[in-house]
T-cell receptor, first 111, second 114 residues
Framework: GEKVEQHESTLSVREGDSAVINCTYTDTASSYFPWYKQEAGKSLHFVIDIRSNVDRKQSQRLIVLLDKKAKRFSLHITATQPEDSAIYFCAASTGYQNFYFGKGTSLTVIP | GPKVLQIPSHQIIDMGQMVTLNCDPVSNHLYFYWYKQILGQQMEFLVNFYNGKVMEKSKLFKDQFSVERPDGSYFTLKIQPTALEDSAVYFC????????????FGAGTRLSVL
């Protein structure tokens, strides 16, 4: 089955800098790549996604890049703010029933 | 936005007892999922459910686990009997049209097996 590796388990950046979280996947059939944010003690909520028919998507300060050849996708958070501090999970789906999650990256934005 | 409700938020039980975790998914969603999270880290897929049937389950979905959604009511995860290693936070999620659509997560049920 699909395996999603999330490379950074922790990441610290200064407020205003950019943060980049990288994920790789194994199944070439994966075609949908969402990102979720989990704040301390809370549930996951959706932040942004990208589908395999594009290689870049932006929503305000969030940019997702997809490199299908390398089976790699990344989340870029620009102009970070303290409220961006959370655990971020990447996921991949082949479009059948299941989502496979990475292990999560704990992002700390230092004021 | 759409909300998935999970009841209870915390459940403490003795090893060997039965527990039922309840999930009220988003009203028009058709696909339902359970995930297990230990120590605030890895989200481990357990099972997904569509049209009254289990579509896919992982190795973590042991024989002691079962899911159902009788008559469109709660989507439930039952563990019988529970084991110490079942202690975790269990998240329910739902989506409108399977895994090409956004998953909406509940707040989780923290299960403590003593």
């Amino acid at each position: 089955g699909e395996k999603v590796e999330q490379h950074e388990s922790t990441l610290s950046v200064r407020e205003g800098d950019s943060a980049v979280i990288n994920c790789t996947y194994t199944d070439t059939a994966s075609s949908y790549f969402p990102w979720y944010k989990q704040e301390a003690g809370k549930s996951l909520h959706f932040v942004i996604d990208i589908r395999s028919n594009v290689d870049r998507k932006q929503s305000q300060r969030l940019i997702v890049l997809l490199d299908k050849k390398a089976k790699r996708f990344s989340l870029h958070i620009t102009a970070t703010q303290p409220e961006d501090s959370a655990i971020y999970f990447c996921a991949a789906s082949t479009g059948y029933q299941n989502f496979y999650f990475g292990k999560g990256t704990s992002l700390t934005v230092i004021p | 936005g759409p909300k998935v409700l999970q009841i209870p938020s915390h459940q403490i039980i003795d090893m060997g007892q039965m527990v039922t975790l309840n999930c009220d998914p988003v009203s028009n969603h058709l696909y339902f999922y359970w995930y297990k999270q230990i120590l605030g880290q890895q989200m481990e897929f357990l099972v997904n459910f569509y049209n009254g049937k289990v579509m896919e389950k992982s190795k973590l979905f042991k024989d002691q686990f079962s899911v159902e959604r009788p008559d469109g009511s709660y989507f439930t995860l039952k563990i019988q009997p529970t084991a110490l290693e079942d202690s975790a936070v269990y998240f329910c999620a739902s989506s409108l049209a399977g895994s090409q659509n956004t998953l909406y997560f509940g707040a989780g049920t923290r299960l403590s097996v003593l």
